[in-house]
C-alpha cells in the first residue's frame, strides 16, 4: 500500500485546511486508517482514526469537535478536515494504513505534509 497526503500549508488561527491521503496498491486489504502528527518530544501521535468501510471514527480529545475525519472508498482517499486551527497543532501530519491480517499485518506511512498555524 502506498500513502501520498497532500493539502498541508500555512494558515492563520482559527482558519481551515482540508489534508488528503490517497491510497494505492492492495486497498482492499485495509483494516483502518488514521491522521498522526509529530509531537515536540518527535513522536508521532494520534490524531484521528477510521475504520476501513468508513463506519467508525475516534479522535484525540485535543482536536474533537474541530477536526473531523472521513474517507471516500471509491477514490481510495481519506480526509481530514481541520476547523478553528489553532497554533498548538502546528505539526507534520502523516498518514497511516493499518493493512493485513495475523502475521501479515503491518503499518504503512505516508511521506508527511506539514501544516503551519500562525497566531
Known amino acids: 500500500v502506498q500513502l501520498v497526503e497532500s493539502g498541508g500549508g500555512l494558515v492563520q488561527a482559527g482558519g481551515s485546511l482540508r489534508l488528503s491521503c490517497a491510497a494505492s496498491?492492495?486497498?482492499?486489504?485495509?483494516?483502518?486508517m488514521g491522521w498522526y502528527r509529530r509531537n515536540p518530544g518527535n513522536h508521532r501521535v494520534l490524531v484521528a482514526v477510521?475504520?476501513?468501510?468508513?463506519?467508525?471514527?475516534d479522535y484525540a480529545d485535543s482536536v474533537k469537535g474541530r477536526f473531523s475525519i472521513s474517507k471516500d472508498n471509491t477514490k481510495n482517499t481519506m480526509y481530514l478536515q481541520m476547523n478553528s486551527l489553532k497554533p498548538e497543532d502546528t505539526a507534520m501530519y502523516y498518514c497511516?494504513?493499518?493493512?493485513?491480517?495475523?502475521?501479515?499485518?503491518?503499518?504503512?506511512w505516508g511521506q508527511g505534509t506539514q501544516v503551519t498555524v500562525s497566531s
Open positions: 496498491g492492495s486497498t482492499f486489504s485495509i483494516n483502518a
Open positions: 497511516n494504513a493499518d493493512v493485513g491480517r495475523g502475521r501479515d499485518r503491518r503499518d504503512y
Open positions: 477510521i475504520t476501513g468501510d468508513g463506519g467508525v471514527t
